[in-house]
């Protein structure tokens, strides 16, 4: 399964970014997705999750200033990110975790990373 995300780019303090990310391949089942973030010199963290029945969970930092959401039929996430801090800045990256199927064999587990979109906030 491939995940393609998009939608970064530069905005001043205060503005918003969308993100999307899509997933491509054949005879899968995702139910897990979520949206990461890496800033220079530090470790990747949890920015959002959502499961197949569109509950979420979001990191503290995210908390009333993004929202993630997904279409299924679509197998496409999103990421309004408002009121966006120069803390935000990093490289953002989709995940997705499911189930792949294999016709005559059976299924088996996957994870997918995005390859990362750039989200730089000027203050």
């Known amino acids: 399964v491939q995940l393609q995300a998009s939608g970064g780019g530069l905005v001043q303090a205060g503005g918003s970014l969308r993100l999307s990310c899509a997933a491509s391949?054949?005879?899968?089942?995702?139910?897990?997705m979520g949206w990461y973030r890496q800033a220079p010199g530090k470790q990747r963290e949890v920015v959002a999750y959502?499961?197949?029945?569109?509950?979420?969970n979001y990191a503290d930092f995210a908390k009333g200033r993004f929202t993630i959401s997904r279409e299924n039929g679509k197998n496409t996430m999103y990421l309004q990110m408002n009121n966006l801090k120069p803390d935000d800045t990093g490289v953002y990256y989709c995940?997705?975790?499911?189930?792949?199927?294999?016709?005559?064999?059976?299924?088996?587990?996957?994870?997918?990373w995005g390859q990362g979109t750039q989200v730089t906030v000027s203050s």
């Open positions: 959502i499961d197949t029945s569109g509950r979420t």
């Open positions: 391949g054949r005879n899968f089942d995702i139910n897990n």
């Open positions: 995940r997705a975790l499911g189930t792949h199927t294999i016709v005559g064999i059976g299924t088996s587990d996957f994870g997918s």
